[in-house]
C-alpha cells in the first residue's frame, strides 16, 4: 500500500508544471513599432536599448494606403528588396518574434530606403 500524500504530491506537482509551462507564454512582451509615431520612417533606431526575447510580438500600426510591413531575412533588409518576404498589409498587424534576428522592411517603393525597416534579435 502507498503511503498517503504521495499521489497527491505527484498531481500537485503535474499541476504545477502545467501551470509553468502555461506562464511561458503570458511572459511574453508586446511592443509597438515606433511607439506612438507608429511604423513610418526613419524608425531604423526604434529596436536599440530594448531587450527582445522569442515569442515578444510586435504591433505595426499604420495607414495600409500609403505602407505596409514585410518580413525578410538579412539580405532582403540589407538590400531593401521585398521580393521574397511576407506580406503584411491590415495597417494593424501583430507579428510573434522568432529566435535570432527578425527583419521588417517596408515594401512601398523607396521607404525602406528612408530607413523604414527594423532589425530585431529576439533571444
Do not use: E
Not at 78 to 90: I, L, P, V, Y
Amino acid at each position: 500500500m502507498a503511503p498517503r500524500g504521495r499521489g497527491s504530491a505527484i498531481v500537485v506537482s503535474i499541476l504545477l508544471l502545467g501551470m509553468l509551462l502555461h506562464c511561458g507564454n503570458v511572459l511574453a512582451a508586446t511592443y509597438t513599432v515606433g511607439d506612438a509615431g507608429g511604423w513610418t520612417f526613419n524608425v531604423v533606431g526604434w529596436p536599440n536599448g530594448k531587450t527582445f526575447r522569442a515569442g515578444d510580438v510586435l504591433v505595426f500600426n499604420y495607414n495600409p494606403a500609403f505602407h505596409n510591413v514585410v518580413g525578410v531575412g538579412k539580405n532582403g533588409y540589407d538590400t531593401c528588396t521585398a521580393s521574397s518576404g511576407q506580406t503584411f498589409q491590415s495597417g494593424s498587424d501583430q507579428i510573434k518574434l522568432v529566435q535570432g534576428g527578425n527583419y521588417f522592411i517596408c515594401g512601398f517603393p523607396g521607404h525602406c530606403a528612408k530607413n523604414m525597416k527594423i532589425a530585431v534579435n529576439a533571444l
